[in-house]
């Protein structure tokens, strides 16, 4: 799945990395907590409320100079906008419900010596009850630990509560995962559990 994106281009990473640092110590943004000390895992983003929660997601993984990729409609990479959201490490999804996408994931981590996949559980910017389980099913078949990103609106923070190592019981595992988040308020509170 190698390729150049912002996180790994010469001469331009660096310069956004500052640029990223510099626009959330502005923006009067705090990060928290460290990511998984792996070459692969699976980052959960949540929660999902807004269109701003990419660029913050985005500057938060370049000052961790973390070279992720991260999975999104396809309608998104449509035209001339394609080219630009896959250098951003976008990863073109298309929901069939077959189950494809995750057993094609999975199949990129067992091919990579090093890969950082960012996912939204919700799956969209709207409150939804139930979170998409396709990272979970993507951590277990590759074997990777599910780091727990966050945003805080709230508190003006980001960044990792901590990684869980899924057990396979999905029903006990998403329990304690969805139990971190709580009190996390995105952008849009009323959408966030």
């Given at each position: 799945?190698?390729?150049?994106?912002?996180?790994?281009?010469?001469?331009?990473?660096?310069?956004?990395?500052?640029?990223?640092?510099?626009?959330?110590?502005?923006?009067?943004?705090?990060?928290?907590?460290?990511?998984?000390?792996?070459?692969?895992?699976?980052?959960?983003a949540y929660p999902h409320t807004s269109n701003w929660d990419v660029p913050f997601t985005l500057a938060i993984c370049m000052v961790y100079r973390l070279k992720i990729y991260w999975m999104g409609k396809e309608s998104l990479f449509r035209g001339v906008l394609g080219p630009i959201m896959k250098w951003l490490g976008g990863i073109p999804v298309y929901f069939d419900g077959t189950g494809n996408t995750v057993l094609q994931i999975i199949d990129a981590y067992d091919n990579a010596e090093e890969l950082v996949v960012v996912v939204a559980p919700e799956g969209n910017r709207s409150y939804v009850r139930q979170w998409k389980t396709g990272f979970y099913h993507i951590a277990v078949g590759a074997n990777v630990p599910i780091a727990l990103g966050y945003l805080d609106f709230h508190k003006k923070q980001g960044g990792y509560l901590h990684s869980y190592f899924p057990t396979g019981d999905i029903d006990k595992d998403m329990t304690i995962i969805k139990a971190a988040y709580r009190g996390i308020k995105g952008k849009y509170a009323d959408q966030s559990e």
């Open positions: 799945m190698y390729r150049h994106t912002l996180f790994n281009t010469p001469v331009v990473t660096p310069v956004f990395c500052a640029i990223a640092w510099l626009w959330l110590r502005l923006a009067g943004w705090k990060i928290k907590g460290k990511p998984p000390e792996r070459q692969k895992f699976i980052v959960i």
